[in-house]
């Protein structure tokens, strides 16, 4: 069948995207645990052995769920990274967004926050993939700021570092739900704290 | 039986202690998955019902242990906090023992792991009572630091909690399991940033 046909088959690409979108979907309305490949599969109208030649077993449509996940928090700190502002205010913007996004996603909806556990245990690659692309973009803001004289000559990696480690209570599933009942410091006063310290200058020694 | 006996009975106190003592010796050694009252009390050579007059559960027990090993923190951060030195190196110090006493109880030795997981899921009284001690004695020392000129002013006890929260990583169990693999920062470049927002004078807003 050619690409001008007039029901053209879903290359594989998009046929991988529907997957994963559905079986997010699934995770989020039936949940997680309950959700199998068959259901994925009849929900898209496909055989389960479709599935499999995309993915070997649920646990990688999983993988690939909370890749999507995170992938899309990534992508709007990004944008803030990229945007109009000094380099306070875009870090300022990016923790705040992070919690956001991750608060919307894996503690407001605890049927994801499962999905997340689960992958937690079995995925640490891609949680260290996230860490590491939050820390370039924390960086390359440091980086600018020091360079506009806003924050004190410093190691912009170990200080982004220290950002998003001092910030982990506002980003890390588990400990959102752990401290839901500690609602102070706020994300927005732990951001100030560490303004304050990258005003001063405190992330120079390499320790 | 009086006070004077040659073998006087242990009083209640002592027998709790001991009970409190020998499941901590146990689920080091054994495991607390695998620690039984009955084992506790063929340990002490006593009836599990001795056992049940103290406590109503393993859960109980448990509890106690985990209290008792983090009243060891409290106690060591407390000398800390009245000891000699600047309001900086003592909570220099508070933290760097707060870190390698932990891993010392919980990393190291993954058996006590599984039991404060455990422990976790059911009591976070004990723990939230555990955080309310180590921000009482973080705010002590701020408090003086401030007197002392070395701190900027600020809400001692805002700054306790984002000190606190700013080294979670370094002091929350399972954290400190799932972030082994990265070792930077350290704690004590993570005490230089926070010292340096302190002398800034951050924690100010009630936000």
Redesign the interface.
Known sequence: MSETAASPPARDGDQRCRIVATAERLYREVGYLKTTVADIARELRMSPANIYRFFGAKAEITAAVTRQLMSEVETALEQIALSHGSAGERLRRMILANESMNAERYICDRKLHDMVEACFAEN?PII?QH?DRIDALLEQVIREGVAAGDFAPCDPH?AA??VH??T??YC?P??ML?CA??P???S???M??????L?????T?R?
Do not use: S
Not at 192 to 197: I, K, P
Not at 199 to 203: E, Q, S, T
């Open positions: 640490q260290d860490i170990l570092r220290l480690v001092a982990i209570r890390h588990r400990l752990e009942d500690r102070t410091p706020t927005a006063q732990m100030e704290f560490c303004l304050a310290a005003k001063a200058g405190a992330a020694e320790d």
